[in-house]
């Protein structure tokens, strides 16, 4: 027989699914899997940008990929470009890498009116107001086809919703779920949680509760004593944003690059 009590809780686990499920409503709310900064990196025009949006929005996915094979042995890795065709999992990687960076570019250009898309706001806002399963199937049914959420491969997180509409809308009518008018990124933090625990084996409210008061330092369930910090994956975001900060020239450079060996001039803007 095995031991009596509660099972102990996978933290890795919950961190994991918090993440995938993090994305997939942040996706379904603003289009992009993950926030974006709206501000424009320096040195990049409004014609620049223009000009980089429409050369990648003529490209093939097979073009794409190609081209990001010739940026990346012109920047020393060593790759194999006398394979000029992608493999199907290859074309799809590259039309959800195209698509991801094209919106980021229009952010740039317009992040007040993409970051407010009606469309899937209204979707979020009937998914979040949604107290019975008639209208959760309705939202979720809107939610799965949404063309990027498709592309993305996320049409799998509403199905897991509808798999376990009972617990989803108790998440809701807990005290603890956030209602007020300013609480949306709570309320999408809060459902991420709760349905981590539902993939992750553990009870909605235990999920929450752990990953809310989980510690972050020395001692915590994810702390990488050798590399002297927090794994989870918010931690990891920001350690990768002060990277991003600090690279933003390099990556710029690497959008011109690829613009260039595209046969794309930067005065075409």
């Not at 027989?1 to 996978?10: A, E, F, L």
């Not at 290859?90 to 993409?114: D, M, N, S, T, V």
């Not at 498709?150 to 209602?179: D, V």
């Not at 994810?222 to 989870?232: A, N, P, T, V, Y």
Request: net charge positive; charged share 30%; aromatic share 10%.
């Amino acid at each position: 027989m095995g031991k009596r009590g509660p099972k102990p809780v996978d933290m890795g686990l919950l961190n994991m699914w918090e993440f995938e499920w993090y994305k997939a409503f942040h996706l379904l709310r603003e289009g992009t899997q993950l926030p974006t900064g709206s501000t424009p990196p320096p040195n990049l025009n409004p014609a620049e940008l223009r000009a980089f949006i429409r050369r990648l929005e003529q490209m093939s996915a097979e073009e794409y990929w190609f081209t990001r094979r010739r940026v990346a042995s012109k920047l020393g890795q060593k790759v194999n470009l006398s394979r000029t065709r992608p493999m199907q999992v290859e074309r799809e990687w590259a039309e959800r890498e195209k698509a991801q960076e094209i919106f980021e570019l229009r952010y740039y250009l317009e992040p007040k009116r993409i970051h407010a898309r009606a469309e899937r706001r209204e979707i979020w806002n009937d998914f979040i107001r949604a107290r019975t399963l008639p209208a959760l199937q309705e939202a979720c049914e809107c939610w799965e086809h949404l063309p990027d959420v498709r592309a993305a491969g996320f049409t799998c997180y509403p199905a897991h919703i509808l798999a376990n509409p009972k617990r989803f809308l108790s998440m809701k009518r807990n005290r603890r779920f956030p209602r007020s008018s300013y609480s949306d990124d709570s309320r999408l933090e809060y459902l991420a949680r709760g349905m981590a625990g539902v993939l992750g084996g553990v009870s909605p409210v235990t999920a929450i509760e752990r990953l809310r008061n989980m510690k972050h330092a020395t001692g915590g369930p994810l702390w990488k004593e050798s590399e002297q910090h927090c794994d989870c994956w918010r931690c990891s975001r920001k350690r990768w944003s002060a990277f991003t900060r600090i690279s933003t020239e390099a990556w710029l450079n690497g959008l011109r690059l690829f613009i260039e060996i595209a046969g794309v001039s930067k005065k075409s803007g």
